[in-house]
């Protein structure tokens, strides 16, 4: 098979898993083939393509890495909840983990909660948030 429809079909096939995955999974590998396509077209030797290919799929993949981590992972946007992490809050239904049932006031909000280690919370226990899980605080006990 001529090497130049080899790279020309290893460019579709790569655009085609680009554009159905849109995670920038393989846009290396189409810049890439098309460095070993240009190597084919000049006469270059199946060795010197394979090389060219790896070289820019690589050097590409390097190059952008920084700039497809920051769209690939989405940033987390802070909320005024986070500052409840670490505050006291008092318990006004019993915390019950198995009966999915609590809740508990911080800050003048009153929020649905469940016990961090799982144990039993009963109304008007003084309590302080570990964390935010969803839209439920964990607590534990003062």
């Known amino acids: 098979m001529n090497m130049i429809w080899f790279w020309a079909i290893a460019i579709i096939v790569f655009s085609i898993l680009e554009a159905i995955t849109?995670?920038?999974v393989s846009i290396?590998?189409?810049l890439g083939s098309i460095g070993g396509l240009i190597t084919a077209i000049c006469g270059g030797a199946i060795w010197l393509q394979i090389i060219i290919f790896v070289a820019i799929s690589v050097i590409t993949l390097l190059l952008t890495k920084p700039f497809v981590r920051k769209?690939?992972?989405p940033t987390t946007q802070?909320?005024?909840?986070?500052?409840?992490?670490?505050?006291t809050g008092?318990?006004?239904e019993e915390i019950n983990?198995?009966?999915?049932?609590?809740?508990?006031?911080?800050?003048?909000?009153v929020?649905?909660?469940?016990s961090t280690n799982g144990e039993i919370i009963p109304t008007n226990t003084?309590?302080?948030v570990d964390k935010i899980d969803g839209v439920k605080l964990m607590v534990t006990k003062n």
Do not use: H, M, P, Y
């Open 22 to 24: 849109a995670q920038l």
């Open 28 to 30: 290396w590998f189409v």
């Open 71 to 73: 769209i690939v992972q």
């Open 78 to 87: 802070k909320t005024n909840a986070d500052r409840c992490i670490g505050e």
């Open 90 to 92: 008092i318990v006004t």
């Open 97 to 109: 983990n198995i009966s999915s049932t609590g809740q508990v006031k911080v800050g003048g909000n």
């Open 111 to 114: 929020w649905t909660a469940r």
């Open 126 to 128: 003084l309590v302080i």
